[in-house]
């Protein structure tokens, strides 16, 4: 427990909430709301404050109390779409909108977030149409200004020309003179170079400032390691087989022989891909928050020089070829091979069912 004076009033919440102490805010919300339960501002607070700490269980409480006690305040209810958003619920997100909208038509933040929410849903339409009305009331806003570049390279698609791209590039650099802090018109930009010119040079500068803005964002690690992948030839060379059974798909050919393509060539490839990754990208995933282990023995490998890992990575994956070739064709192994390639399988089925049960789903 700190030292600091209890504040004596709501006002001292929104102070410490401002300048996101969201830990802070969650201690000291406690005694408060024991004094005033029925406050719905100190149970709107303790629910941001869960929220931003990922305390969904104690947020929905707070945010379902504070929405009971006041029903006519479209903040709790903007605060349960931002919950319901993160566990991918967002039907459920979209009617807290909407009632929020109707409490406050004039409120561009809604609109902007209404918007997002038909677009994560497919709905391009009603996303265009939020974000006019979202331009209309906050006209030099970044985040809209950026919402609105997202929406043009998904209608258009893959009718749109190089010359389309640039013109989304000039809005979103407007966009960066409001606000050069703005860590999403960074992706977006690195987006729109990844996949539709396909710079990578520029893509990666941009995927890397989003990222240094905000490193825990996991969209912006996953775009930064897509384009590390793309323009790394080893890397490039070991995802070959996945990115065949991406284009034998979009092709229209059969899901099962795409399937059976990738699954066939994955042990060959996969584990040297993921081994190359940890030697050789260790220190952009530490930094970014995604891998945090133990950094004894081998463990410690990302302080090695590049050269020395490369090494390593290329005898271990010879290493494992050779024993994986062992296997597949030594004789004496001939009786037990079918059944340890079904146990083999049967373990990675229940691993994908596990971690698809605890993937959230769109209601």
């Not at 209608?155 to 791209?165: Q, R």
Request: proline share 6%.
């Amino acid at each position: 427990m700190s030292d600091d004076p209890l504040p004596a009033n709501p006002a001292a919440l929104h102070r410490l909430a401002d300048a996101s102490q969201w830990e802070r805010v969650l201690e000291l919300s406690g005694p408060m709301i024991t004094a005033d339960p029925e406050s719905s501002e100190l149970h709107g607070l303790a629910g941001q404050a869960a929220l931003n700490l990922n305390q969904h269980r104690r947020a929905k409480v707070h945010l379902e109390t504070c929405l009971s006690l006041d029903p006519d305040d479209p903040w709790p209810h903007r605060l349960m779409a931002q919950m319901y958003a993160k566990e991918n619920r967002l039907l459920y997100a979209k009617g807290h909108l909407l009632s929020a909208i109707n409490m406050d038509p004039e409120d561009g933040r809604l609109w902007l977030q209404f918007g997002w929410n038909c677009a994560s849903r497919g709905d391009w339409i009603s996303a265009k149409e939020s974000a006019g009305r979202a331009r209309s009331l906050l006209p030099e806003n970044s985040d809209v200004i950026a919402f609105e570049a997202t929406i043009r390279a998904n209608i258009e698609g893959a009718e749109s020309t190089k010359g389309d791209a640039f013109a989304q590039l000039a809005e979103l650099k407007k966009a960066l003179e409001l606000d050069p802090e703005d860590d999403f018109v960074h992706y977006q930009m690195g987006e729109i170079y990844f996949e539709q010119l396909g710079d990578l040079d520029n893509a990666e500068e941009c995927q890397r400032t989003a990222l240094l803005i905000d490193p825990t964002d996991p969209h912006y690690r996953t775009a930064l390691f897509r384009t590390l992948r793309r323009r790394d030839r080893v890397l490039r060379f070991l995802y070959g087989p996945s990115h065949l059974h991406e284009r034998h798909e979009s092709a229209g050919g059969p899901a099962i022989l795409g399937m059976f393509l990738m699954v066939a060539t994955a042990p060959f490839f996969l584990v040297p891909a993921k081994l190359y990754e940890h030697m050789v990208l260790a220190e952009l995933r530490r930094n970014s928050g995604q891998m945090s282990f133990d950094e004894r023995g081998f463990a410690s490998s990302y302080h090695w020089p590049f050269y020395l890992r490369f090494a390593t990575f290329v005898l271990l994956s010879a290493g494992f070829i050779t024993a994986l070739l062992w296997f597949l064709l030594s004789p004496s192994l001939a009786p037990y091979r079918g059944e340890i390639i079904s146990a083999a399988f049967l373990v990675f089925m229940i691993i994908g069912f596990i971690v698809a049960a605890r993937r959230p789903h769109q209601d």
